[in-house]
């Protein structure tokens, strides 16, 4: 099985579409940059594959949580408060890339976003 990056977007906060692309792409980053090189590599090299999932802070913050105990590369994202929303919300979370499997445990039941 291959590599993948989930994506945790809230749904909880008004943000508009641009914003939650903006706030995911930000996490997917931060996450990506924590790999070693060879995973990076194998990652990209497979197309880079990410599915964004739809969540409420609560869920966001224990889904984080859980991916960190199980040592899977995560980022969480803050939002400086310049456009939409208050400085210091935490808008996004990357889990992986890692093993679809591995990142399955953590997300595998969550809500695709629409």
């Known amino acids: 099985m ?3 990056q989930v994506l945790l977007l809230r749904n909880d906060v008004n943000m508009s579409c641009g914003k939650k692309i903006s ?3 930000h996490a997917s980053l931060k996450a990506y940059r924590k ?3 060879k995973k990076a590599e194998e990652w990209l090299g497979a197309g880079g594959k990410k599915i964004a999932l739809s969540v409420n ?3 966001m913050l224990k889904r984080f949580q859980m991916a960190k105990d199980q040592g899977l590369p995560a980022a969480m994202v803050k939002d400086a408060g310049m456009t ?3 400085p210091g919300t935490k808008t996004a979370a990357a889990i992986g890339p890692d093993k679809e499997s591995e990142v399955d445990k953590v997300t595998g ?3 695709l976003m629409k």
């Open 2 to 4: 291959g590599l993948k």
């Open 23 to 25: 706030q995911g792409s």
């Open 35 to 37: 790999l070693e090189d």
């Open 57 to 59: 802070e609560e869920e």
């Open 84 to 86: 939409e929303i208050e």
């Open 109 to 111: 039941d969550l809500k």
